[in-house]
């Protein structure tokens, strides 16, 4: 490294120091023995795990968070699938139009969309429930698994449709037998980051739940009651649920990339 | 002549009103070799499209075997398609690759295994089934595409750019392999390609095509000694273009093959010369001659004396020299022996056989 690079790696440094400082004293003190999170640190201890573990509040409402990711992210990447091929394939007139509904949903804020989700849910006498949060949820990653998925649909894997149709499949055989096959890693990955992102969504699972709630609702409202470890063990968990989540998503993306 | 297998009738295809292809006719016969050769924007890959059922035609009829099929998807026609991309499916091994359309034609499992191996057998990939596809190299999934196409034994097999990505001693065993396939099967291929030697080493028939047009259709040694247009002779190797006027024109001498469709006396800067073929008197016609067909020694007694002329580049290409050099009036390209004895500078004395002298309206 050369001495004029030294300003930029320092700032870097800071940089990076403060980002990521409140999460690992977050994951620090989750391992606290005390009662407050708060220094001197004493332990490492797995007190706050078991209590977590022990909370059946928390382990409800990790088990929902869980329901709501899985379902509402096979949703968002089959209807983001079947939205990006349609479009790529069949090249309606209003292709343009579709993709800028489509996409729409990215630019709108989680408060706007939940609360205008709230509105029309009570007009259709829905309510609030997890199925509203996993509609909610659908509503954010449809637009991300269809931009995912629309980008790994080009010439080249039209061709090998094209081949399979020639060699006599039907339309669905070769969506089936060829195109989703071919697309698994790129359909995980789009699964994979609705889920991470469904997983510690707060603004739109607060606003369309009522009794049964998802994890990041259960830990702000055991916030409300003060710091605890126990709070930072929950918040730990999810943490390293989402970075698993991620890393498995890189590990896909690059896998596809090796197979194009 | 039997019934040609496929029968193009009036076919065209536009695009937002530019003319892909022109309204065309091409009979195939069955068993044949046929190369579509032309340069890019040609329109061979879509009339190759139209056959495969890819591309929808703007006006006129596909006939295959008798039937007509303009109007029937890909997998309904007797026709299968090796990709220039290969397209083979990448989570397959390459045996289920192979076996993919057999699969779709409800043919039992050990059977369709049996004849994929058979495929990759005739292709020259035995042993290698199990592999996947992300393990062969170029030259390799280009087998396995041709092996799946020709797997479903297709009555018409069509091959669009097959061997462009690969490298030159590939492609050029490539192509034997073609055509050793070929006629071990008997099918009816149609291939596309831009190269015209590879068009020549492989094609029955060569139907050289430009801006969507036929140029000229025929076995490769009439197309390249005896094209029937300037694009012709120039697009099929190199051709010396020779301006000239007809001073004359009427029956060619009785009973000598081709020069008995006529012949005219041609003025040119070469100085007037007799020319086989149709014309009138006072028409600005082309001739055409191949840089091989220029000789510097007098065989016959009826050769043409094209004068001298001046050496002013000289390249040895291996084989053969290719040599450039003026004359008054016009620049001449030949490909002499490599032990021809010329240099730079030296002025040679240039004669032609009338036999080998192509006269084309302008």
Sequence with gaps: MRARDLPAALYLLAAAVFIFLPVAVLVLFSFQEGMLPVPPFRGPSLHWYQVMLGDRRLLAALSNSVVVGVLSSLAATALGFLAAYGLARRRPRWQGAARFVLMAPLTVSYLIIGMGLLIAFNDLGLGRSLLSVGIGHVVINLPLAFAIVYSQLGEHQANVERAAQDLGASDLQAVLLVTVPMLWPTLLAAFFIAFTLSWDEFVIAFLLSRFDVTLPVVIWSLLRTGLNPELNAAGTFVFAISIALFLAVEFLIRRGRRNA | ?????????????????????????????????????????????????????????????????????????????????????????????????????????????????????????????????????????????????????????????????????????????????????????????????????????????????????????????????????????????????????????????????????????????????????????????????????????????????????????????GAHLRVHAVAPGADLLLRLPADADVAVGATIEVFARPADLVMLRR
């Design chain 2, 1 to 317: 002549m039997p019934e040609p297998l496929v029968r193009l009738r009036g076919i065209a295809k536009r695009y937002d009103g530019i003319e892909a292809v022109a309204p065309l006719d091409l009979d195939i016969a069955a068993g044949e070799f046929v190369v579509l050769l032309g340069p890019s924007g040609s329109g061979k890959t879509t009339i190759l499209s139209m056959l495969g059922g890819f591309t929808e035609p703007s006006a006129g009829a596909i006939l295959i075997g008798g039937r007509d099929v303009t109007g029937l998807a890909p997998a309904r026609r007797p026709t299968a398609t090796v990709f220039q991309d290969y397209a083979l499916f990448p989570h397959m091994s390459v045996r289920a690759n192979v076996a993919f359309g057999l699969a779709m034609r409800k043919v039992a499992a050990p059977e369709r295994l049996r004849r994929a191996d058979e495929m990759l057998h005739l292709v020259g990939l035995e042993g290698l089934g199990d592999r996947g596809v992300h393990q062969l190299s170029g030259g390799q999934r280009q087998r396995v595409a041709l092996a799946r196409a020709i797997a479903v034994e297709p009555q018409l097999l069509l091959l669009d750019e097959p061997l462009g990505a690969l490298d030159l001693a590939l492609r050029r065993q490539m192509q034997e392999e073609l055509v050793r396939i070929q006629k071990r099967l008997g099918t009816t291929f149609v291939h596309v390609t831009h190269d015209q030697e590879e068009a020549m080493t492989i094609a029955d028939r060569i139907v050289l095509l430009n801006r969507g047009r036929i140029e000229d259709v025929g076995p490769p040694a009439r197309v390249y000694l005896r094209p029937a247009s300037l694009f012709a002779a120039t697009f099929m190797g190199e051709s010396n273009v020779i301006a000239g006027r007809v001073l004359a024109a009427g029956p060619g001498p009785a009973g000598e093959g081709a020069a008995a469709e006529g012949a005219a006396r041609v003025e040119t800067p070469f100085g007037p010369m007799t020319v086989s073929g149709r014309a009138v008197a006072g028409d600005t016609v082309t001739l055409c001659l191949r840089p091989e067909q220029l000789r510097l020694v007098r065989l016959g007694a009826d050769d043409i004396r094209l004068g001298q002329v001046l050496v002013t580049a000289l390249s040895f290409q």
